[in-house]
């Protein structure tokens, strides 16, 4: 189930139709804010050999990569962790870095 939602968010995010939507997608920079603690936080979005989440680069199969495929400004992703489930708002996409190699 988790992959076919997964695979629909991810056809979704290539059409044209998305991107002038400001959807999250592969390639994009994403802000985020921590709903509980207002803490702020910029990742981009890779393929998955690209990823080094040390330094804010994150794959999209991802626990983060996979609850923010698909999202607009302003939408909350539920990510599930070790530590439990934290919501993080989404107030910035940036697409502007797409056209370079993700």
């Known amino acids: 189930m988790a992959l076919c939602l997964l695979l629909n968010r991810l056809e ?13 997608r592969v390639g ?8 509980l603690s207002q803490e702020m936080l910029t990742l981009r979005i890779v393929q998955d050999e690209k990823a080094c989440p040390a330094e804010g680069i994150v794959s999209f199969t991802s626990m983060i990569g996979v609850a923010l ?7 909350v992703a539920q990510v599930k962790t070790s530590q439990g ?4 708002e989404l107030v910035a996409v940036n697409h502007s870095a797409t056209n370079l190699s993700t």
Do not use: K, P
């Open 12 to 24: 979704f995010c290539d059409s044209q139709t998305s991107r002038l939507e400001n959807r999250v």
């Open 28 to 35: 994009c920079t994403v802000t985020l804010r921590n709903v």
């Open 69 to 75: 495929l698909g999202l607009r400004c302003g939408d």
């Open 85 to 88: 489930e934290l919501e993080w």
